[in-house]
């Protein structure tokens, strides 16, 4: 049978599996070494800590319908579930070897696995593939999602379950849509080993908002050299410099930016709020004044909307 499920992935080009989680998570996927199912986050007191993908229906579904000690793979990105969490948090994908899925245990099914209403199937091994349309999954891949098409909308969502947890061996890469996201993965992960972190923008849907990168600097900038001029980051401070928060981001009308500067404690030293009137990329930058400041380790933190971008760490001296 192994031989033969290895046959049709070949067949169909099936290389890797995709994992989509909110960004928060990876402290707890570190501390876990890999990606646990529900059950067994909850068994190890992380669930309260995870921000789950569904909301408490799907949570309850999810028990329901013997989902709660699996974890959820797709076939491809880019699937309903991700364009809906992707307009209201900050997340990544995970890349998951394929040899998941030979192991003991694991389940394929037609469409999402909390489909409940027109519901879903599944099955183990070669049935369970059969239940998978690998014409959509192909397509999919080549020439991107088909939101319009029922057909699609419901067999792209094609999952493979795989029990209990994928250890940090089987992940290829994590993959984040900028390089401002992809040094928040780093602060989160910690100094922790992990997988290689890369940015792959082309696995998320294009149109939703995004920090594309976030610097500190002491450099006075302005309207006249922002777009001409390169701007180093700087993490360390003399008391006296004004210190400059550059972002660029691509917005979208109505979008509401918030910055915030914090001491180490977390008190709030400086707020300021931006609403963005059109769609289009935007320098966006803010400065404070360190005069007033002690020598110490502070932080500033990026806002879209109710999500945070990216935290960067910065010191003052005084000399």
């Known amino acids: 049978m192994l031989k033969k499920i290895k046959e049709i992935f070949s067949r169909h080009n099936i290389k890797v599996f995709y994992h989509f989680t909110d960004i928060n998570n990876l402290p707890i996927i570190g501390k876990c070494n890999g990606l646990w199912s529900k059950e067994k986050l909850e068994e190890h007191g992380f669930l309260s800590d995870i921000v789950t993908g569904g909301n408490e229906l799907s949570l309850n579904l999810d028990k329901e319908l013997e989902n709660w000690n699996k974890v959820h793979l797709y076939f491809c990105p880019n699937t309903p579930m991700v364009y809906n969490k992707q307009k209201e948090s900050h997340s990544c994908y995970f890349i998951i070897k394929p040899d998941v899925a030979f192991e003991q245990g694991v389940f394929f099914t037609n469409t999402n696995a909390t489909r409940k209403r027109n519901g879903h199937k599944r099955d183990h091994g070669l049935e369970g ?164 400041l002690n020598s110490g380790r502070y932080n500033v933190e990026y806002y879209l909307g109710n999500t945070r971008w990216i935290r960067i760490t910065f010191i003052i001296y005084d000399f």
């Open 129 to 292: 593939l059969k239940l998978v349309d690998f014409d959509t999954i192909k397509s999919t891949l080549e020439t991107g999602p088909k939101p319009w098409d029922k057909t699609w909308h419901r067999n792209v969502q094609a999952e493979c379950l795989i029990p209990q947890e994928v250890s940090i061996d089987k992940i290829l890469s994590i993959n984040f849509i900028s390089e401002a996201s992809l040094e928040e993965g780093n602060r989160l992960w910690r100094n922790n080993l992990h997988p290689p972190f890369k940015v792959d923008n082309n696995l998320f849907y294009a149109g939703f908002p995004v920090v594309n990168s976030a610097i500190l600097t002491s450099s006075d900038i302005s309207k006249d050299n922002v777009k001409s001029k390169h701007f180093e980051h700087e993490d360390t401070f003399v008391s006296g410099q004004k210190i400059t928060f550059l972002v660029n981001v691509q917005a979208t009308p109505g979008l509401e930016a918030n910055i915030k500067w914090f001491l180490e404690n977390r008190d709030i030293i400086n707020e300021s709020t931006t609403v963005f009137e059109n769609q289009s990329n935007y320098w966006h930058w803010t400065s404070i004044d360190s005069a007033n």
